[in-house]
């Protein structure tokens, strides 16, 4: 659990802003960077992915940007929406998946 | 396609008591886990199966957690007895092939105990 920490706890924003979440780890053998999102009352379902070899990752308008060197990744969120209102967690792997702390997002309109 | 069925969504016992929570997995799926998830404490894994083996057993939750998986498209997780400090949400997920390298999870939507 330690090995991954996500930042802000918490994080509002405005209809229509980009929201950055960020995620640091410390094992360097972590490979795959997926992101999950959680509404109240449901369980977390995957949201985008990235691969180590890669530095960047869209999908609409969702995008991973991941640093290796500084082990650092952060998920963008443009034109935030009231429905992306949710908690978010990133969740690295190899033969184990870690997920980080979250980050409780509301998107007020 | 049916997804991670979870069963009961709500749970409250007495203090002692032995329940049972239940998860179908996705049809096909090869590994099956187990979380529990708190505000404090966030995502912990419990047990992870693959192929309805045990792969690992969580640890610290060994003493009164026990996940046992029947068969590929039936896994339970008994808790005896349990302790008020066991309130939460427990998930279950489950993976086509190797939730790491790539792998998704998928989960239910949780079985929420409330311990008296």
């Known amino acids: 659990q330690q090995q991954v920490r996500q930042s802000p706890q918490s994080l509002t924003v405005w209809e229509g802003e980009t929201a950055i979440l960020n995620c640091s780890y410390e094992n360097s053998a972590f490979d795959y960077f997926p992101w999950y999102q959680q509404f109240p009352g449901e369980g977390p379902a995957l949201l985008i992915s990235?691969?180590?070899?890669?530095n960047k990752k869209e999908d609409g308008r969702f995008t991973i940007f991941f640093n290796k060197r500084e082990k650092k990744l952060s998920l963008h969120i443009a034109d935030s929406q009231p429905g992306d209102s949710a908690t978010y967690f990133c969740a690295p792997n190899t033969d184990k998946v870690v997920f980080g702390t979250g980050t409780r997002l509301q998107v007020s309109p | 396609d049916a997804g991670v069925t979870q069963t009961p969504r709500h749970e409250v016992a007495e203090k002692g008591q032995t329940i049972i929570l239940k998860c179908e997995p996705v049809?096909?799926?090869?590994?099956l886990f187990w979380y529990r998830q708190t505000k404090i404490q966030g995502l912990e894994l419990l047990s992870y199966?693959?192929?309805?083996?045990?792969?690992?057993d969580g640890g610290a939750f060994k003493d009164r957690f026990k996940a046992e998986m029947l068969n590929s498209s039936f896994s339970t997780l008994k808790i005896q007895p349990t302790e008020p400090k066991d309130s939460a949400v427990y998930l279950c997920?489950?993976?086509?092939?190797?939730?790491?390298?790539?792998?998704?999870?998928?989960f239910g939507e949780g079985s929420k105990l409330t311990v008296l």
């Open positions: 997920a489950s993976s086509l092939w190797g939730a790491a390298n790539t792998g998704q999870l998928y």
């Open positions: 990235i691969l180590s070899v890669s």
């Open positions: 199966f693959r192929s309805k083996s045990l792969m690992e």
């Open positions: 049809s096909g799926h090869n590994d």
